[in-house]
């Protein structure tokens, strides 16, 4: 029989079971377990700690125009999830349902930037790498890393009833120490790439590693799990990690301080809520956090830090000369800097930021106002919606469908707002586009068939003008293209 402690032990492991998956995880052939409820795991714990965020806050909803903002994102499916389910902090941790469609594609949009500014066009040679989720290697201690057990292995762990409490531990911690953990940040998969990009570029510093991906991270929430148990919160995050010598890497830090906040607030409407400030870690290792001031008070959207050398002489012990790059003349091993974006958070700073209360033309109740998002042209999920006016609804339908290829052909997103089926009035239609942040409406009525003329609403001044149908398609794409070289 087992002792009351191995009870106890075993009700604390179904605990995790039943509430660790806090995050947006689906539940598959793995469970996950928590050894403890610290930040991070080995070397790269203070790192990974301190690039998670400022303190957990209350409701999301802080004002008229907070509210209103939820209220629109879950109508127009940039948040999926109920408004009980989405407040402030399990936006800010990862704990909520997850994103809808337009919520995802405004994310890919932001990815493409960053990955544009700081991969594609980019006089220094930088280069994609990719890493597994999970980190395979034992279990050092005080790793308190989510680690990927199987919950066919760990039901059969906890049935026997022939164990010992000494042997029900012994399991327990051999299953954790042969499993691989999650991980926090894509500094390590970066690092494990360094010595073959470091051949590719002949041993010449500076360089850098470029990653998007999934980061998992422990989250304490007292008021869904009273008993302690640690839930699993997820971000997707994008990281560069820069090599350069000692000697220059704190002009390189400055550099990339400059660039980052010049990019975050590019696509701001209000660029002054982008703001930055020094850090400093508990091992004395130099950074800097770039905010983003929502209505509650700044959170951090990115970190960079000047990590020094001794995360590359830790991964690669034994033999130092194999790190060597070469500065000038110099052999060195290189000094490390981490950037990394949230672009999950920073996906709801521009949706803060784009959402804006104005009179509304359309009615003349005043008490009521229109709601738009104003998000950058190269940040909104859809650029341009076509639907039909007056006329015969085959041939203007036809014409939707054609102009519809056209643009998709030259990578422009479009509503097709001609299919549906539901009758409803242009102000209808308007509010709804400016609530999904859609840049310009294009309606194809009768006229169309007889001169080529459609009429083009814009999103962001509500005004209409006639253009010819030929020239939608490069109207359109000047238009972002001068938008994303502002």
């Not at 970190?303 to 995360?311: C, I, M």
């Amino acid at each position: 029989m087992r002792s009351g402690a191995a009870v106890r032990a075993c009700r604390k492991v179904c605990r995790c079971l039943l509430s660790g998956f806090g995050g947006r995880v689906d539940g598959g052939q793995a469970e996950q377990l928590a050894e403890g409820t610290s930040a991070g795991g080995g070397p790269l714990r203070s790192h990974a700690g301190l690039s998670r965020g400022s303190e957990p806050g209350g409701a999301l909803e802080s004002g008229e125009g907070s509210e209103a903002l939820v209220e629109i994102c879950q109508r127009r499916h940039f948040l999926s999830g109920t408004k009980r389910q989405i407040s402030r902090e399990s936006l800010l941790t990862g704990c909520h349902p997850g994103f809808g469609p337009l919520g995802l594609e405004l994310r890919k949009n932001l990815a493409a930037e960053w990955w544009s500014s700081v991969v594609v066009f980019r006089e220094q040679q930088v280069f994609p790498v990719d890493a597994l989720h999970h980190e395979p290697g034992p279990s050092l201690p005080g790793d308190g890393a989510f680690r990927l057990v199987s919950a066919e292995t760990l039901r059969e762990i906890l049935q026997d009833k022939e164990l010992s409490k000494e042997q029900l531990v012994a399991f327990l911690e051999n299953l954790l120490k042969t499993s691989g953990k999650l991980r926090e940040n894509l500094l390590h998969g970066a690092l494990e790439h360094y010595l073959n990009c470091l051949d590719l570029v002949n041993k010449r510093l500076p360089y850098g590693l470029a990653q998007i991906g999934v980061c998992f991270h422990p989250v304490s929430d007292t008021q869904q799990t009273p008993d302690g148990v640690t839930r699993l919160g997820e971000k997707t995050e994008a990281s560069l990690v820069w090599f350069t010598s000692a000697r220059t890497a704190s002009q390189w830090l400055d550099f990339w301080l400059r660039h980052r906040l010049l990019w975050w607030r590019k696509f701001a409407v209000s660029p002054s809520n982008f703001s930055s400030s020094d850090c400093q870690d508990e091992e004395g290792r130099k950074g800097n956090k770039l905010y983003y001031n929502f209505p509650w008070g700044k959170e951090p959207v990115e970190t960079l830090w000047n990590l020094g050398d001794g995360e590359l002489l830790h991964m690669y012990p034994g033999n130092e000369s194999q790190l060597h790059g070469r500065d000038g003349r110099k052999n060195v091993v290189p000094s490390v800097l981490s950037i990394n974006g949230d672009l999950d958070r920073g996906m709801l700073a521009y949706l803060y930021d784009s959402f804006q209360l104005t009179e509304n033309s359309f009615t003349r109740k005043k008490n009521l106002h229109r709601k738009v998002l104003k998000l950058h042209p190269c940040l909104a999920p859809i650029k341009v919606a076509l639907d039909m006016g007056r006329g015969p609804a085959v041939e203007l339908r036809q014409v939707c469908q054609g102009l519809s290829n056209e643009l998709l052909e030259n990578g422009i997103s479009v509503w097709p707002g001609y299919l549906e089926t539901v009758q409803s009035s242009l102000e209808q239609l308007y509010s709804k586009y400016d609530e999904m942040s859609i840049l310009f409406t294009v309606l194809i009525t009768e006229a169309t068939l007889e001169n080529g003329l459609i009429q083009l609403r814009s999103r962001d001044t509500t005004m209409k003008e006639m253009m010819h149908i030929s020239k939608v398609k490069d109207f359109l794409t000047k238009y972002i293209s001068s938008a994303k070289n502002v």
